[in-house]
């Protein structure tokens, strides 16, 4: 019943699926290049059941031990996604009622493969009144060149796990299970989650069968008849298709990924979406809240309209956490009255906390913080740029405001240019929070003569804050420029030695060639001598 009550912490199985995910990323600077999800048949009955293996380093013994137990983590707190080590458990269990974990490693010169079975069945069916996880190691013989059980706690206790192993798995020998090593290589890890749960339909939560390149949930989009014209209950946008789609869904899972890394989901690549990318008229916002007294945080949020704004009704903001998406489209004004219609915004912010599912944040007064000074991005955002997508912008006519030691508040050209407006400051605004907020752009300045002494050092520490987001821009980015030369440096070393070798390869058939066409000339001479002999 504690297996059962913990899984209900995902309410989203999409969110299960992501944790364990978040597992395979986490393999990257172990040298992970791959992740699979995948349907397979579980050759015990038939059923489906969902594939989940990476390249990774994998697990030696110990550590799939502590896979295995509750609340233990190893992880680097700062630079992984997983942090609670209960995930593995929460979100397998959340999937399906058993899951089985095959996972080979290479230490010290020491090459194992452990097997490890956490079973909601085995459990309720054996009425065991705590929770039992059966598991069995091999490691490699150098001199038999086989592997060979690990007998830490004895020949018996190695027997009695693999029986319950072969009982209670999909597989029914020792032979079939050791044979699931075979795609995995010296390292990486193999998860098999199998007795999918049903939803109240009796049907499988996941289905597999809608798109055979994708997993959709059962309740996804469906059509309904109003008249003789079919409608989509849900717009095919992907703010409401990730609900659906696991392909749509990760493919803004993850804010970036390296190009060595590769998702793939039921045999092709899910392409990365960046969000960002959708929009227009989009601002940069620098976001410094105070976290831990003097300490401050720094924020960048990419604000703008959805390109196909204002056809479609979608707003909110996509927020991250360590590279992870946590909240997608996030709501946080009401459209009673349009303000805000189509606008989204995209930011990682790392210094608020997200739950143990990671489909949301701890309410902590500083996410409440966040969330009223997204509130107040939006409105402000309205204001400036809703004219140029068809609505019209209130009109103020308040005094012009004195600018304070903190921001510039700035008048703006009433007949700005769309090209211009892209590139043009965005007024500070006010709210309680607008102290802590410097905007980034400032082309577009009152005249000098305006401004008095504050304003001009605002506006260069403005324009410092630009200039250091975009140096700190062009290093990633040529970061990746060198990565990509050495890759094409690699690949074209590799295309010249295949030239060499067709080369080598042609020159040998041009030979063979001369050579049959001097011995097809002598043999014909030679004939011709013979013809004349006979004939003579």
């Known amino acids: 019943m504690f297996l059962h009550s913990n899984a209900t912490s995902h309410k989203w199985a999409f969110g ?31 059923s489906p059941a969902l594939l989940i293996q990476d390249d990774g380093g994998g697990m030696d013994p110990e550590a799939l031990r502590r896979c295995m137990s509750f609340g233990f983590s190893d992880k680097n707190l700062i630079s992984t996604i997983g942090q609670y080590g209960n995930g593995f458990k929460t979100s397998s269990m959340r999937l399906g009622a058993d899951v089985i974990v095959f996972t080979c490693h290479s230490k010290k010169r020491m090459l194992s493969q452990s097997i490890g079975l956490l079973s909601y069945t085995f ?81 499988l939560e996941l289905d597999f069968n809608v798109d ?85 945080a720094a924020v960048v949020t990419t604000i703008g309209f959805l390109k196909d704004a204002p056809h479609v009704d979608i707003h909110g903001f996509n927020i991250y956490h360590k590279n992870r998406l946590i909240l997608p489209f996030w709501h946080v004004v009401n459209k009673t009255n349009r303000h805000g219609r189509g606008v989204v915004g995209v930011l990682e912010a790392n210094f608020i906390e997200p739950i143990h599912s990671k489909q949301d944040f701890e309410k902590t007064p500083l996410f409440q913080k966040l969330e009223t000074r997204l509130r107040e991005m939006t409105m402000e955002y309205w204001e400036c740029y809703c004219e140029f997508i068809g609505y019209q912008r209130k009109k103020k006519s308040s005094p012009v405001s004195v600018p304070s030691q903190h921001g510039l508040n700035m008048k703006r050209k009433e007949q700005a240019s769309a090209m211009e407006l892209e590139h043009a400051k965005r007024p500070s ?18 005249s000098s003569n305006e401004l008095q002494l504050n304003d001009k050092e605002t506006i260069l520490m403005q324009a410092n804050e630009k200039l250091h987001l975009r140096l700190m821009g062009s290093e990633q980015r040529e970061k990746e420029l060198k990565l990509k030369v050495e890759q094409l440096r690699s690949e074209l070393a590799d295309k010249k030695l295949e030239y060499s070798r067709m080369l080598a390869e042609l020159e040998s058939i041009d030979t063979m060639k001369m050579e049959k066409n001097d011995r097809n000339c002598k043999l014909h001479s030679f004939l011709g001598h013979t013809s004349t002999f006979i004939t003579g």
């Open 212 to 296: 055979a390149e994708d997993i959709h949930i059962s309740v996804g989009p469906k059509v309904i008849q109003k008249g003789h014209h079919p409608k989509p209950v849900f717009d095919h946008h992907i703010a409401n298709l990730y609900r659906y789609s696991l392909r749509v869904y990760i493919s803004i899972l993850y804010l970036r990924l390296p190009e060595s890394f590769k998702i793939i989901l039921r045999g092709r690549v899910v392409e990365h979406h960046n969000i960002a990318n959708d929009l227009k008229f989009f601002d940069f916002i620098l976001y410094k809240p105070r976290v831990g007294g003097s300490m401050e």
């Open 429 to 446: 605004g006010s709210g309680s929070y607008a102290a802590d907020t410097l905007h980034i752009g400032v082309e577009k300045l009152a």
């Open 16 to 46: 299960a699926i992501a944790e364990l995910l978040d597992n395979a990323v986490d393999e990257i600077p172990n040298g992970a290049t791959f992740v699979v999800i995948d349907e397979i048949t579980n050759p015990r009955d038939g």
């Open 123 to 203: 459990l309720r069916q054996t009425g065991h009144g705590k929770i039992v996880v059966p598991m069995v190691d091999y490691e490699f013989n150098a001199s038999t060149r086989k592997f060979k059980p690990m007998l830490p706690h004895g020949k018996e206790n190695f027997s009695s796990n693999l029986s319950i192993l072969l009982q209670w798995s999909p597989y029914l020998t020792e032979e079939t299970l050791l044979k699931q090593f075979d795609d995995i290589g010296q390292h990486g890890t193999k998860i098999v989650i199998y007795n999918l749960w049903l939803n109240d339909d009796g049907d």
